[in-house]
């Protein structure tokens, strides 16, 4: 069985700078970078002052849901989820003061927020990970189903972050938006192969997610979603929902 802390894909954050998203960074990309990220929300990330998202997953032998409130330009996040033996959790903490949280919330919770937030967000993250080479391999077939997509690989590099040496396979559309993915674990956690579709997208506020994944997880069937996506924008109390 697969933990369920490794059910999805835990990758270094560098969310100390999310908010700067300078564009100089996209400068030695390919083009089809920035124009993904600008897809999924680039330009008006700033105005973002909080995310609120369910992430959940289900597995043979796996059933899992975490909710999270995060405010990027604090790094305070609030988390409601179970332990192992199924009793409810809850937590919040700043992410630059982790070193002073008890060990459940530094070697679970946190990995955890990594792996649900690059769910959430990939797009933007490979844009901002300037550490990871991206390359344009043109026009392939899809992984799942018939049809082609332009496939941008993100390669990281060997050392650093939770799984050093892993690789993301965006197939992207016309539109610039992920279809479909294929994800290489680069050390010997499991699962080593994730391929999944990217649909259910919905905008909230500036940020377009990918609410629904179904897919296989080393030949295993695999369906995550992402689901109570909502934003508070700069100078608003009020949650915007996901439509």
Known sequence: MIHV?????????TFGVLVLA???WGQSRPPIMEKIAKAYGLDSYGQVEAIRYTWSAQFPGVNVSRSWVWEPK???V???GKDKDGKP???TYVRSQLGSQPDNVKKEIDPAFNNDNYWLLF???AYWDTSATVTDQGMKKLPIGSGSAELVSVKYPNEGGYTPGDTWDLYVGKDDRVVQFVYHRGGPIKPSVVIATW?????AGPLLISTDHRGTADGKPLHLFITDVAV?????DTWVNAQ
């Open 5 to 13: 802390s490794h059910l999805g894909i835990i990758r270094r954050l």
């Open 74 to 76: 604090t790094g305070k």
């Open 199 to 203: 649909a259910g997208y919905k905008k």
């Open 232 to 236: 508070k924008l700069t100078g608003s």
């Open 22 to 24: 300078a564009t100089s």
């Open 78 to 80: 609030s988390y409601e």
């Open 123 to 125: 797009p933007l993250h």
């Open 89 to 91: 959790v809850k937590a």
